[in-house]
């Protein structure tokens, strides 16, 4: 009980300390340390009731604990350093920028939209069998597309205050109501709320007032244990997620300290009970399985070839802990698990990383960057969800996020654009193989022998 409290006080002052420091309440550490107080804390009071005396419950809390704290560690110093040492653009036309960024907006929407469109088909179809997840992975992943022309909309109307990005805003919005509605997430709505508060702090520096904050971290903390009861209405064909919160569903049965289970947490638990006891490691499995579940579809390649690919990352283990009936099965494991089996307490290194990496975007985010504060805020909430669910997955969406956006956020000047830069290599090819021609036919005249 002794580390749970630590883990508590320690989320419990960085919580404080954002919500009074105004500047800091979009900071990772503040909005991770409102995360453990909101989710991570009610589950772990039930485990170490429930579950206390079976498991080393000790350990796990200290191991989190540590994994908080070494965010805050990591964002403070890629922050400091970041700002005494501030990044500058390349020249650019800004006229031409201004182009890309409306044309990527577009095309980012209609991916997006796409995809949403393909989802809502697949889900009212009942005769996929075995391609059902390979085809809803494949059109989820493009619909993160919806999330990037959002972002980019809110950052670029706040600052030039154009039509056409609220008309674009606007339709992304609508999408993604309708995905809200039909399938509620808890992920989507907290990221239109980060991506809608984040570009009026970065570009109008506007700092909601601290009860404003505080409200909503209760809202979110009710959304986080309740959004189960709001789906089964939507399920149960009651009516929407907003006619659910119009009727106050999500607040019939709240209880913080009484919860019944303990899934998310009590799963993480396990496994670095079971990493300790087993003393095995899977390394870099979860990270490798997560990249073969997302880009690998089984659909167009097939499901044995997918299956192939992963490898099996089984603790033997965790047999003798199903006696304790905490194997749920599809639960999600905590991103506290996927680090620690891969790298024991070392895992501690993949949270000061990630804290690291949003530090540095944040510092130049804060300067005015554009790119910076597009990729900071839509990387936010999967820095959230790399604790409530995965480290692997967290890293796994990057490839997509930076294949997509980079040639259409990262500022370049007019001849660096990515046919400029073609056109420059190509060249550059050319003057190399010219000169080693030339080097070459004048060794060959040397080494002619003399008539």
Not at 1 to 24: D, N, Q, S, T
Not at 54 to 59: D, G, V
Request: proline content about 3%; hydrophobic content about 55%; overall charge positive.
């Amino acid at each position: 009980m002794i580390a749970l409290l630590m883990m508590a006080g320690v989320a419990l002052f960085l919580l404080i300390r954002g919500i009074w420091l105004h500047e800091k309440f979009m900071e990772l550490p503040t909005l991770m340390a409102m995360l453990y107080i909101s989710f991570l804390v009610p589950q772990a009071l039930v485990v170490e009731r429930d579950y206390g005396p079976l498991l080393n419950t000790w350990f796990a809390w200290t191991y989190m604990t540590a994994c908080l704290i070494a965010i805050l560690i990591g964002f403070e110093v890629a922050k400091a350093h970041a700002g005494r040492n501030p990044s500058s653009s390349a020249a650019m036309n800004e006229r031409h920028y201004e182009s890309r960024l409306m044309f990527g907006a577009v095309c980012l929407a209609v991916l997006g939209g796409l995809a949403s469109a393909r989802v809502g088909a697949i889900a009212s179809s009942n005769n996929l069998g075995t391609e059902w997840t390979g085809v809803v992975t494949f059109w989820y992943l493009f619909m993160q597309a919806l999330f990037f022309a959002f972002a980019l909309c809110c950052l670029r109307y706040v600052k030039t205050r154009r039509f056409l990005y609220v008309l674009i805003g606007a339709l992304v919005a609508a999408a993604i109501a309708a995905a809200v509605l039909q399938n509620v997430k808890r992920n989507m709505i907290a990221e239109i709320g980060i991506i809608v508060a984040g570009a009026m702090f970065f570009v109008l520096n506007v700092k909601p007032p601290r009860i404003v904050i505080i409200v909503g971290a209760l809202l979110g903390t009710v959304l986080l244990h309740q959004v189960g009861s709001v789906r089964s209405y939507v399920d149960d064909g009651r009516g929407n997620a907003l006619q659910a919160f119009v009727e106050g569903v999500p607040f019939e049965k709240f209880e913080y300290f009484e919860m019944e289970r303990a899934p998310e947490v009590a799963q993480g638990v396990v496994d670095i009970q079971a990493t300790n006891e087993s003393g095995e490691l899977i390394g870099l499995m979860p990270y490798w399985n997560r990249l073969v579940h997302q880009y690998v579809p089984a659909f167009l390649v097939g499901r044995d070839l997918k299956n192939a690919l992963m490898v099996n990352q089984t603790v033997d283990m965790f047999e003798e802990f199903e006696r304790a009936k905490l194997n749920s099965r599809g639960a999600t494991r905590t991103g506290f698990a996927d680090s620690y089996q891969a790298f024991s307490i070392f895992g501690v290194v993949v949270f000061l990383l990630l804290g690291g990496a949003m530090g540095w975007l944040y510092a130049h985010a804060i300067n005015g960057k554009f790119w910076a504060q597009f990729y900071y805020l839509v990387l936010l909430n999967d820095s959230l969800i790399a604790v409530t669910e995965s480290t692997a997955r967290f890293i796994a969406g990057l490839p997509f996020l930076l294949f997509v956006t980079y040639f259409i956020v990262a500022p370049s000047a007019p001849t660096q654009n990515i046919m400029g830069r073609v056109r420059v290599w190509a060249r550059r090819l050319g003057r190399a193989f010219w000169r080693r021609s030339k080097v070459a036919g004048a060794a060959h005249r040397w080494s002619r022998p003399v008539r």
